[in-house]
Every structure is written in C-alpha cells, then in structure tokens.
C-alpha cells in the first residue's frame, strides 16, 4: 500500500509540473505580447511616474567592466551557473508505471547585475527571478553518483556552500552548466522598471513572467557579418 501511495504522488507530481511549465510558457508568451518597446531613456520617465510601472520590452547591448566567468574561464560582462540535480522518477504509460529521468535547478550563481546599453542610455538589469534563453551554454560538465567529487567540490566553492542530493537513492548525479554575455551583445529583456538608489533597473514583476534574451542576429545582420 505505501509504495502504491509514493508511485500515486509521484506521479501527480509529474502532471502538476508539466501542466505549471505548460502555463509559465503561455504566460511569458503573453508578457512579451503585452509589454511596449521603450529605449533606456523612456524607463527614467516611466520610473518617475506616480504608481507602479507597467513591464517593459527593452532591446540593448550589453556593457561593463569585463570579467572571468568562473567555469570556462572566458572573458565576459555576464555569467550564470546553474546546477541541476537529475533523479529517476515514475510516469504512468500504456503498459504501467515507467522508469524516466528528469532534473531540478537546485543551485544559480550569476554575475550579479547586468548593464544594459542602447544610443539613448543605460540601464540595470537584476536577473534574479529571470527566464534565461542565452544561447550556447560556455561549460558544461556532469558528475554521477560514483564521480570522484571533484566538479561538486568546484562548484561547492563557488556556491560557498555543499551540492546535497535530494532524491538520495533515487539520485543519478548533477549536470552543471555555464552561460556567458560578452560586451556588446544584443540582448531583448521584458521586466519592469524601478529606481534603486538613483539607478533604473528592470526586474520581476510581481506574479509576471521576466525574460531575459540574447537577440539572435537578423538576415540582413548576417548577411552584412559574411561581407
């Protein structure tokens, strides 16, 4: 009878995630749908109206002082580190339960604020809360359960805290990933605008999608790029 109860949670577990991650992708449809153009100088206006801002769509380059991205070691304005641990779960099928993997983000490092820049000024973004879509990851690396510690360990200390499994037994290993933003790439964000300490800064919105885009180039950009 327990097993039966774990195999039943476990698997209106999996329908409840997959019908919220079905939802989070209409709903950031719909944000970005919503949302209007501005350039960095409109959102200093928007700011500085009475109330709350609505989300804004601002597409700009990125800019800052370069850094070293902590895993692949490239040069960048901007890094994110994600840790995902995977585990073994069931689903229900035609012929009964089956064995299926999946995976959970369970840690995020990033580069703290990103700067964004267009003809018109410069703005924040605070990427905590965001929808990424960044492209090519610049590292990544997985360790199973039987690895010899050692990416766990690099990745702990950049953490300054220790990766823990969650799924014990049913724990396969963690696949950690590292994205980067280089000076002057174009980037498309839908936040919401907001004044912190004189700077402007996009971020999540209550209850709303955030979403952060690396643009990918027009034809005619290309085209122009082989000339």
Known sequence: MY???TLLAQTIEV????AARGVGKARTKRAVQRAELHTCVDLVALTGAAGTAPPAEVNARAAGEPII???SGAKCVWYV???????YAWRPGPLGPAHVERQITVAEQTGGRLLIRDATGEVWVDPAGADLSLGATSYSGFEGRTG??????????LLDRPVRARHQ???IGFLVEEWIVRDGEELHVVGQP????GDVVLGKPALRPFVIDKRAP???ELSRSRD
């Open 169 to 171: 037994a049913m724990t």
């Open 218 to 220: 027009t034809p005619v």
């Open 3 to 5: 097993a039966l109860m």
């Open 15 to 18: 329908g409840v995630t997959a």
């Open 81 to 87: 580190v994600r840790v995902y641990e995977r585990f």
């Open 194 to 197: 907001r004044t912190e300490a």
């Open 69 to 71: 991205a902590p895993l």
């Open 148 to 157: 010899d510690g050692t990416l766990l360990a690099r990745v702990g200390q």
